[in-house]
Every structure is written in structure tokens, then in C-alpha cells.
């Protein structure tokens, strides 16, 4: 199939520089709907690698069977396609220029199209009114040696297209009427057959997520059903069995199976007229594929991110006093930290991270006349942050891309000593205030990304009891973290890290306690392993 898809596309369709798929009647609606476009450009970003002609063949046979569209490509060598490249400063967020590409190329849809190493990227763009409509990422295994390998390739490929397309209500397009007579397209692909009953549906609006304007949603109305009558190719026969006497059938109405469940009662059919809002990603037609919380919730497809790292290290607590002693303990102990971001667009995001550590002081100075003293370590933030995609490898979140993230919110860091009679032991500090912060994150090698952030407080306060050192002249918390991300599937990141924090303060005045202290601070350092799960 594939082989006779690339000998089609040299020797007929590549040198004329258009690919083409028999559009469908209803003028009005081009594009209107995504993938439902006559004429589509195809294109890659300035810089990057356009999959090879097989693959990329692949995606576009796919299209044409499903879209009924033409492609528009530059120019280019027997054999070979040759996508039109994009600028690399192009301003996507326009619609005025995103519009005007359109015009140049006479289009109606953009699809921007590369490949690095295992990863395929799709982007979306209608040029009908500017806005995207899908940002997608495949990781697939590159070529193999073997036959096997490559039609493993080829079959996790055809399955995204289709979970693509599954967002979409509806299987076909209606081409023709001839009064009860319908002719449909693409029933042939789908694997219907003749008495199978269908419903008939209209596409009424789409619904943008409000920030990142990617599509969420499609309004639709049932207008009708019918009973397949022959199937052919490209078209196949459909009689009318009944329509909506205010809105009937029409050329441009799209069509679904009805699947009778086992009590008798029809899956997916609608009532003549009535209209309904259908989530993209909950369509009755979903290849089975495992569906993401985002998607379910009929939003970005990438919606939250959960990630838990388990570290062990070195906690150190030093004071320094008016007598000019130095009180050092340190201990090892283990930390846990939770973090959740909570994707808002493709720029914006905000997040919780949550760390418990637990620690136990052997080793005390005498002053203390204590043998040990228990430590329990606990950190929170609450934080908004922008992302900034300086070098894009993916659309939304990956470790193809080279970020920079600009962070702020509300930081707190809580050494909770245990009591002790002595009122020269250390007690319970707590550090908190408004952060500001900053990471940059960029890829290293195929399936791995580097990650280095640094955030520090303001106007931090401090709090001690039971006993304190008096009153603050300066407060401070810093914290630096280091990480290497290694992917492990679409959703799921495994990393290793280096956490250190740093909490001081500098006194004025003797406070409550014996020993008046001149200064405080706490040191964390902590090697961790983390897993990240995307949802």
C-alpha cells in the first residue's frame, strides 16, 4: 500500500505540486472545520527535519481518505516531497498574518509538519479565521532493520491519525442528494456495509479554549438517519429513512454509524433536530485509545502534570552568637516532594509543590544537653508561571524544546525542631514570603532534557518558637534546583536531580532565649529521583 502511495505521489501528484482528494459539493463550508478544508499547505519550521516521504505520505494518504482535501506543496524534486518552509519568527499568534500566508498559497488550512529523532509533531492552523486548532506530538521508535519494526511504525502512526480524527463527530461526508437518495464518501475506509444504519449529523459551531484558542469542542445536530444501501468507491449509496422536517439533510452533513447496544437501545443517535455539544475527545468514534484527563475534560490534551521525587541528603543548622560560639548540627535524612502544574494554555501554567523530610541530630554541641534532636522538614509553594519557547521541538510540553520559565508566588520553608528543656537548642524556624523565579530547560541528546531553576523570597519573615533569637534585621530563602529528564513514553519522565535551599537570617536584639544569637541558618542539599506523570 505504502510503496504504491509513494510511486502515486512521484509519479503523478509531485510534480504538479498538489495533492489531490476529490472535494466534496457545500462551497459554503470550506474551511469552515478543521480537516474538512479543500485546500491544505503543507509545511515545516524553519530549521527543522520534514519526516521522511514514507511517513509523510503515510499522514497525508490518511487525510486525503478522511478530509477529501488537496495539498499544497512547494516545488521540488521527482521523488521527493518538499513541504513550504515557515520562518522561524513567524507570528502564529496573528491572524491577520496567518491569513495572509493562506492567501499566498490559496489555502484553507495550515499543517505543519517535522520530525526529531523518535518524535513526530503536528500543528494545526485554519487560516479561515487565524486560529490554531491542534498542537500533537507522537513519539514513535525511528525506522527498524526489520519488515516487522517498520510496520510496527507504521501502525502506531495510523493510530494516532485516527485518534486525531476521532475528535471530530462524525465518520464521512454526505456529497450528494437526489431526493431520498444520498451519496456518502469515505464509507468504504470505515468498514460499513450494506443495511447498516446511520445517523446523520450537522456541524454547527466549534468552541476554542478561551486562552490557548486550540479547538474543545463541537456543537452538532442529528438532521437525520439512513440505511446504507451499496457501498463503492469513492461513493457509496444511502437511502433516507428520515429527517428533520425543520432541518433536513443536506450536501456537507457529516455521518456516524448507530451501534446498537446489547438492551436494544441505539448508541450515538440523537433525536431529529436536537442539538447537543460533543466533547472533541469523547466522540463515539475513538479508536480505544487511552484518553488523557485534559481530553476528558474536553480541553488542552495535555492538562495536568504530577510528579514525585524522593531525595536523601544534608540538612545543616548553624547559629552564631554575641560570644562568638558556633553552634553546628547537620544530619542525612530523606525528603519527599509532590508537585502539581496545573496546564491553564500553552504558555501559562500553575502549580503546588508540597516536600516532607524527615531528619535525626546525633551529634549536638554540649550547650544543648541534649544526645539528639529530631527534625521535620517541610516546604510549600504555591506558584503561576509563563512559559516562554525559545527553540520549539514540541507544541505544548516536551524534551524537545528549549523553555524558559518565569515563576512567582508564595514560598514557605518550616524546620520544625523537636522540644527541648535547654532554651539554647535550636527551635522551630519558619521562612516564608513572595518569590520570583526563573529555569531553563533544553534538550541534551535524543530522550533526554537538562532543567536548572533558581528561585529566591522577598521581603521573607520568619518565625520562631518556642523560644527566639530576637528580633530580624534581614531574612532570606533561596532555592536552586538541577535536573536530567529522561523520557520514557508520551506522558510519563523519569529524572535525576540536585535540590539545595538556603534559609539565614541576621538578628537584632537578645530575644527570649539564654545564648542571644547574631545569626541563623538552614542548609539543605539532596540528591533525587523523580517520576513524572502527564494526564
Not at 444511502?238 to 457529516?254: A, F, H, I, M, W
Not at 446498537?260 to 440523537?270: A, E, H, K, T
Request: include cysteine; charge should be negative; glycine fraction near 10%.
Amino acid at each position: 500500500m505504502f510503496l504504491s502511495i509513494c510511486k502515486k505521489f512521484c509519479a503523478v501528484i509531485l510534480p504538479t505540486a498538489i495533492v489531490v482528494g476529490s472535494g466534496w459539493s457545500a462551497e459554503s463550508h470550506a474551511g469552515q472545520w478543521p480537516f474538512d478544508q479543500r485546500q491544505i499547505l503543507l509545511a515545516r519550521p524553519e530549521g527543522q527535519t520534514f519526516p521522511d516521504d514514507v511517513t509523510a505520505a503515510q499522514i497525508m494518504d490518511v487525510f486525503v481518505k478522511k478530509g477529501r482535501i488537496r495539498w499544497v506543496t512547494r516545488p521540488g524534486a521527482i521523488g521527493q516531497l518538499v513541504p513550504v518552509e515557515i520562518p522561524k519568527d513567524f507570528p502564529w499568534r496573528s491572524g491577520d498574518a496567518v491569513e495572509s500566508l493562506g492567501a499566498k498559497y490559496k489555502v484553507d488550512g495550515i499543517l505543519m509538519l517535522w520530525t526529531k529523532g523518535s518524535e513526530i509533531q503536528l500543528n494545526w492552523y485554519s487560516t479561515a479565521d487565524g486560529q490554531p486548532l491542534f498542537f500533537e506530538t507522537l513519539y514513535i521508535p525511528t525506522s527498524g532493520a526489520t519488515a516487522e519494526q517498520g510496520e510496527k511504525r507504521k501502525q502506531r502512526l495510523t493510530e494516532w491519525l485516527l485518534d486525531v480524527w476521532s475528535r471530530i463527530p462524525g465518520q464521512g461526508y454526505v456529497v450528494r442528494r437526489d431526493m431520498e437518495a444520498l451519496e456518502i464518501e469515505g464509507a468504504d475506509n470505515e468498514g460499513f456495509k450494506a443495511g447498516d444504519k446511520i445517523e446523520l449529523i450537522r456541524l454547527e459551531t466549534m468552541e476554542r479554549h478561551p486562552v490557548l484558542k486550540t479547538l474543545t469542542g463541537i456543537t452538532s445536530s442529528a438532521v437525520g438517519t439512513g440505511e446504507v444501501l451499496s457501498i463503492g468507491s469513492p461513493f457509496s449509496k444511502v437511502k433516507l429513512t428520515y429527517e428533520s422536517d425543520l432541518d433536513p439533510v443536506r450536501e456537507g452533513d457529516r455521518y456516524r454509524m448507530i451501534v446498537n447496544s446489547p438492551n436494544g437501545n441505539s448508541v450515538g443517535s440523537l433525536p431529529g433536530g436536537h442539538s447537543s455539544s460533543t466533547p472533541v475527545a469523547n466522540d463515539s468514534q475513538s479508536t480505544g485509545s487511552s484518553q488523557r484527563l485534559g481530553e476528558v475534560l474536553g480541553i488542552d490534551s495535555r492538562f495536568v502534570e504530577l510528579s514525585v521525587n524522593l531525595g536523601y541528603g544534608k540538612l545543616s543548622h548553624l547559629e552564631v552568637t554575641e560570644a562568638a560560639d558556633d553552634f553546628l548540627i547537620s544530619s542525612n535524612g530523606y525528603l519527599l516532594k509532590l508537585r502539581a502544574d496545573l496546564l491553564i494554555s500553552r504558555d501559562w501554567f500553575a502549580g503546588f509543590d508540597y516536600g516532607q523530610g524527615l531528619h535525626s541530630f546525633s551529634t549536638l554541641p554540649t550547650e544543648y544537653g541534649e544526645t539528639s534532636l529530631k527534625s521535620g522538614l517541610q516546604s510549600m509553594r504555591v506558584f503561576g508561571a509563563y512559559r516562554w519557547i525559545i527553540e520549539e521541538g514540541q507544541a505544548s510540553q516536551g524534551l524537545a524544546s528549549t523553555e524558559l520559565h518565569l515563576s512567582g508566588g508564595y514560598d514557605r520553608l518550616l524546620a520544625k525542631m523537636a522540644a527541648s528543656s535547654s532554651a539554647v537548642a535550636p527551635s522551630q524556624k519558619a521562612y516564608s514570603g513572595i518569590f520570583l523565579g526563573v529555569a531553563l530547560k533544553m534538550p541534551i541528546m535524543e530522550s533526554f532534557s537538562a532543567k536548572a531553576e533558581i528561585n529566591r523570597a522577598f521581603g521573607t519573615s520568619l518565625s520562631e518558637q518556642v523560644e527566639s533569637s530576637g528580633a530580624t534585621s534581614k531574612n532570606s530563602l533561596w532555592n536552586y534546583d538541577f535536573t536530567v529528564n529522561y523520557l520514557l513514553g508520551p506522558e510519563r519522565i523519569l529524572s535525576l536531580g540536585l535540590h539545595n535551599f538556603k534559609a539565614s537570617s541576621t538578628f537584632s536584639g537578645s530575644g527570649t532565649r539564654t545564648t542571644s544569637g547574631v545569626s541563623a541558618s538552614i542548609n539543605g542539599l539532596y540528591g533525587s529521583l523523580g517520576y513524572q506523570q502527564t494526564f
